[in-house]
């Protein structure tokens, strides 16, 4: 599930449906904090400021940069709650594009080699996530 408020990126999922989600890291913190802050209504080339490259997806009409470790295609299975200010997308994820440099022993993706950032809302900062702390499904066993 994806918030989206009224941006390009918006009117585009309204025509189109279908749409990437890149993942940033450290390395492409500035460029992808400069396609947020700037908007595709009054700056319709912003892409071009980044020196981002991209190719058509495989599986949706959306784009896939070069940049970005991994890169989910999606489409718009639903919205909720929409209004003027946007709505929130439940979608489908088709197919997951990842940098073979970035991939696990076992052939899937290693989020820990990918250098990830998340958004930190309370002191509108970015931190990246760090090394892997526990086992899923698995650790909380020993309170059974």
Request: a negative charge.
């Amino acid at each position: 599930m994806i918030s989206m408020g009224a941006h390009a990126t918006t009117e585009n999922l309204n025509r189109n449906g279908e749409f990437t989600v890149a993942f940033a890291t450290v390395d492409t913190l500035t460029a992808a904090d400069y396609v947020g802050i700037v908007s595709g209504k009054t700056h319709p080339d912003k892409i071009s400021d980044t020196g981002w490259k991209s190719v058509k997806a495989e599986n949706v009409d959306a784009p896939v940069f070069d940049c970005f470790p991994m890169t989910m295609e999606c489409r718009i299975k639903e919205k909720l709650y929409e209004s003027e200010s946007g709505y929130y997308i439940v979608a489908e994820i088709l197919n997951i594009v990842c940098d073979e440099k970035y991939l696990a022993e076992d052939g899937k993706p290693d989020v820990e080699k990918m250098r990830l950032i998340t958004f930190d809302p309370i002191h509108n900062g970015y931190i990246a996530l760090g090394d892997k702390v526990g086992n899923a499904f698995s650790d909380g066993k020993a309170l059974k």
